[in-house]
């Protein structure tokens, strides 16, 4: 459990007075990204409200409605003189979808797409992050934040974990420049396949930025873990898309009689003028 919270030393973020939307709930959707990505985990404590004041130059009041806003939608708990602590009790189950041509699919994806490495450091995982790795809360992981564009426009924010013993394998230049999942089989992890959930998020303030879009704006939310050929997760990856850059396809196709698995399926997405394949990593 995180005691203090993370605002210290960050440099002041205001947010936007002249859009539409009040500024305690832009506040509130920064915060709840931020628990959505992990920043948080469960049991960490929250920034107080003077260090919100601080950090986006906004009054008491709105700090106040920002962090009521999270605890109406049971997302922390707030004791006076103690602070506020994230509380999860909310568990999305995971979904599986098939995987077939995924290393070609990102291949053809790095040809046509630039990324941005934003972020590279080792942390301790939090909860929901040792959940999917299959490692103990607070074992050290991988984390990267990526952002990738087409045409110079970004359409994707990826937040990704992996092992340890995985990550030290390549270096930030290599993770800037190639496409994580082959720097994952080079590490020797064969990927078999992939468990993973789509949903739909607004965008929170770094999200946001990141994303060139309005706070508050509607998102394609993945949230997928990928396991190698002895069924061990190697990667745990949270992608928020932007849908007028990015669309998730599927065509399904009859399988022959008497087969198992009656539906077979071939995924794509992208728009635009080059699209991009539905696997990102």
């Known amino acids: 459990m995180r005691?203090?919270?993370?605002?210290?030393?960050?440099?002041?973020?205001?947010?936007a007075a002249r859009q539409p939307m009040?500024?305690?709930h832009q506040i509130y959707l920064a915060l709840r990204d931020q628990i959505a990505n992990g920043e948080y985990a469960h049991d960490d404590f929250l920034p107080t409200e003077q260090e919100l004041i601080r950090e986006y130059a906004v009054s008491r009041i709105t700090a106040k409605r920002a962090l009521d806003e999270l605890k109406a939608d049971?997302?922390?708990v707030r004791s006076r003189g103690r602070g506020t602590r994230v509380q999860i009790t909310n568990r999305v189950p995971s979904v599986r979808a098939p995987i077939e041509g995924l290393v070609e699919n990102i291949l053809a994806m790095g040809l046509k797409?630039?990324?941005?490495?934003?972020e590279f450091d080792y942390v301790p995982?939090?909860?929901?992050?040792?959940?999917?790795?299959?490692?103990?809360?607070?074992d050290i992981v991988q984390r990267a934040v990526r952002i990738r564009r087409l045409d110079g426009e970004?359409?994707?924010?990826?937040v990704t974990h992996v092992p340890e013993a995985i990550g030290r394998s390549y270096s930030r230049r290599e993770l800037a420049t190639r496409p994580l999942l082959l720097l994952l089989e080079r590490s020797g992890a064969s990927v078999s396949h992939a468990e993973?959930?789509?949903?739909?998020?607004?965008?929170?303030?770094?999200?946001?930025?990141?994303?060139?879009?309005?706070?508050?704006?509607?998102?394609?939310?993945?949230?997928?873990?990928?396991?190698?050929?002895?069924?061990?997760?190697?990667?745990?990856?949270?992608?928020?898309?932007?849908?007028?850059?990015?669309?998730?396809?599927?065509?399904?196709s009859r399988s022959p009689a008497g087969e198992r698995k009656p539906w077979s399926a071939r995924q794509e997405s992208g728009k635009g003028r080059r699209p991009a394949h539905g696997w990102d990593s």
């Open 3 to 15: 005691r203090a919270g993370k605002s210290s030393g960050r440099t002041v973020r205001p947010v």
């Open 22 to 24: 009040p500024l305690y």
């Open 74 to 76: 049971g997302l922390v």
């Open 113 to 118: 797409t630039e990324v941005e490495l934003v």
């Open 125 to 138: 995982a939090s909860r929901d992050v040792a959940e999917a790795l299959a490692c103990a809360m607070g």
């Open 154 to 158: 970004p359409f994707s924010h990826l």
């Open 196 to 252: 993973q959930v789509l949903t739909a998020a607004l965008a929170g303030g770094d999200v946001a930025q990141l994303l060139n879009v309005p706070t508050g704006a509607a998102l394609l939310k993945i949230t997928r873990t990928v396991y190698d050929q002895n069924a061990r997760p190697v990667e745990h990856i949270v992608g928020s898309y932007r849908p007028d850059r990015y669309q998730y396809a599927m065509t399904l």
